[in-house]
């Protein structure tokens, strides 16, 4: 019973804490993310692009 509870103690202070941290981070973490995810899209769809043109150019 007592590892248990343990155990239970142990999944919500860590679930608390990330909930925690995302708060403080706020604004500052949604901007950050939203950037990182442009970046990765506009490599993506550049490297798309390129590989496209090559293909049209082999065609």
Request: net charge negative; proline share 0%; aromatic share 8%.
């Amino acid at each position: 019973m007592e590892d248990e509870s343990g155990g239970d103690d142990q999944d919500g202070s860590g679930s608390r804490t990330v909930i925690t941290t995302m708060k403080m981070a706020g604004e500052e973490g949604v901007r950050s993310m939203r950037l990182m995810v442009y970046k990765e899209y506009a490599t993506n769809k550049l490297s798309c692009s390129i590989a496209i043109y090559f293909l049209y150019l082999l065609i």
